[in-house]
């Protein structure tokens, strides 16, 4: 849904990416939180969270949340990556 966002779209698809960007981010936080190899994870989920909060929205232009979206999307990708090949070499 991130690199989705890029696109010109309507203003209800932001709210909704807003708040499940955010309940992503704090389950990542909450998942990597006590695993070991992952816990700086938890730093960037939470800004992560702090950006895309739908309590106090910050409001930046299209120009600004095209980068934040795609930086955003590789780190949920990356720590996925990272937490799934950890689980391989655990089990």
């Known amino acids: 849904m ?3 966002a890029v696109a010109p779209l309507p203003y209800s698809y932001f709210m909704i990416l807003r708040l499940l960007v955010f309940a992503a981010a704090v389950y990542a936080i909450y998942h990597n939180h006590n695993r070991s190899g992952v816990r700086n ?14 309590i106090v929205p910050i409001h930046l232009t299209k120009f600004i949340w095209i980068p ?20 391989e070499l655990i089990s």
């Open 68 to 87: 934040i979206d795609l930086v955003s999307a590789a780190c949920f990708v990356a720590n996925f990556r990272m937490v799934f090949s950890n689980r």
């Open 41 to 54: 994870w938890v730093f960037v989920f939470l800004a992560i969270a702090v950006v895309f909060n739908p």
């Open 2 to 4: 991130l690199v989705i």
